[in-house]
């Protein structure tokens, strides 16, 4: 269960995690140093705020406890220097210098505990946030708000939706006290997910495109980007591409300047072009995610997806070139075991497609070998299936793609999403990028 836990608790659940390697397990060591201290730091600006001889003296009160936060965050700033934990850049949500020491922390916190987020540490995460909310003095409404908000992401994302619902309608009042655009953006793109996780496709479509507004009026990039991501994927489920690919295209917008959160966003456009059986498109939108030098996990998605491409393409030298890289990345890295996996099978998939079982073949077993070994099940049955298959017919034709996302768009819906189509095209040169890496 998802519940607020001591650094400490908190850590170890996340460490018994079996995906956890020992590189992992050394950064989440320094999280855990980073959450004793703001332990520490909430037991400091409470111990100054009641200092016993200055008890009746509110303005010592005040004094001690902004000098108290503002040491802590510079303890807290070197820490997460020191241990490398905070490498995603500033929190959402600006902060300014001027901000009192309490609403500094508090942004900090989130940066930490979104990188911990990122890395499957919900329980250290979560606890983090929660920990900030002990302090005596509160930080500004805004940023109690992005704090609720972080939480019930990762209450989301561990299943936990009756505390998430809970925790977005808190938001949400907490918006409306301080009439702020910006907080009704993240209660309304969270709601909207809940919505979209519980199959209520008409709600999520109200919540996105009510986030949308807010989001502009907030000016806060990141929330555009998740609103339009959100409506692009309510589209596409509902077979309406000319939208996904205006709204996917809108989200893609709303992340500029940011390399990885561009990444992110054009590989969802590149996998919604190539199951509407767009596969130029898609393999040009999937060079322009290798461009930006993802994350590893999303380097991987982002070549295999290229492979599938351009096999379907005809382009066997594309094919080859992703592969290689794919075979690469897999050799010289213990971790991302499922990201790695799930290339090889692409790989193995996209051979398949372009008429080349013996290459399919072996990257079907090196794929059924990893998931078997961290016990990844649809991918041991999947690869199983097509190893089957090419061995009783080593020289049968290429097994037809399968369409993940439904049916072909209509002729209407391919010209409908031309003007899209055509800018991915125009993003990367997939030889040259590949050429790179």
Not at 205 to 221: G, H, M, N, Q, V
Not at 231 to 240: Q, S, T, Y
Not at 292 to 299: M, S, T
Not at 323 to 348: G, T
């Amino acid at each position: 269960m998802l519940v607020p836990r001591t650094p400490l608790q908190a850590y170890l659940l996340d460490a018994a995690e079996p995906e956890v390697d020992a590189q992992a397990d050394r950064w989440l060591a320094g999280v855990l140093t980073y959450g004793t201290a703001l332990e520490r730091a909430v037991l400091t600006a409470g111990a100054a705020a009641t200092v016993p001889e200055k008890a009746g003296d509110a303005r010592f009160q005040d004094s001690a406890g902004v000098i108290a936060l503002d040491a802590e965050y510079d303890h807290l700033c070197a820490l997460a220097e020191e241990h490398g934990i905070a490498g995603l850049g500033v929190a959402p949500g600006s902060v300014q210098p001027s901000d009192d020491g309490q609403t500094r922390i508090s942004a900090l916190t989130r940066t930490v505990a979104e990188e911990a987020e990122q890395r499957g540490a919900l329980h250290l995460a979560y606890s983090l946030l929660a920990l900030g909310e002990r302090f005596p003095r509160a930080a500004s409404p805004l940023e109690r708000g992005r704090v609720l908000a972080h939480r019930a992401r990762i209450a989301r994302k561990a299943d936990e939706t009756a505390i998430a619902e809970e925790l977005y309608r808190r938001v949400q009042a907490l918006a409306e006290d301080c009439s702020s655009d910006e907080l009704r953006a993240r209660a309304l793109i969270g709601r909207g997910v809940l919505a979209h996780s519980k199959g209520n496709y008409p709600a999520a479509r109200r919540f996105y495109t009510k986030a949308a507004r807010r989001a502009k009026s907030s000016c806060e990039p990141s929330l555009i980007r998740h609103a339009y991501h959100g409506l692009m994927v309510v589209a596409a489920k509902h077979g309406e591409l000319d939208r996904a690919f205006k709204a996917g295209w809108l989200a893609f917008r709303g992340a500029a300047g940011d390399p990885h959160a561009e990444a992110d966003m054009l590989l969802n456009l590149a996998q919604l072009a190539f199951d509407a059986g767009h596969e130029r498109a898609a393999l040009h939108a999937f060079a322009a995610a290798l461009a930006r030098e993802p994350a590893p996990w999303r380097r991987l998605a982002a070549l295999g997806g290229a492979a599938r491409a351009a096999a379907a393409l005809g382009e066997r030298e594309l094919l080859e070139a992703c592969a290689r890289r794919i075979e690469a990345y897999d050799a010289a890295s213990a971790s991302f075991a499922y990201p790695r996996a799930a290339a090889l099978w692409e790989a193995a998939r996209a051979y398949s497609t372009a008429g080349m079982p013996a290459e399919s073949l072996v990257f079907a077993r090196r794929t059924n070998a990893l998931a078997s070994a961290h016990e990844f099940h649809e991918l041991v049955l999947e690869s199983e299936q097509l190893i089957a298959h090419l061995m009783q017919t080593p020289t049968s034709p290429a097994i037809v793609r399968r369409q993940d996302a439904g049916t072909k768009p209509s002729a209407a819906s391919r010209v409908a999403g031309h003007a899209v189509l055509r800018r991915l095209t125009l993003l990367a040169h997939p030889e040259r990028v590949l050429a790179h890496l």
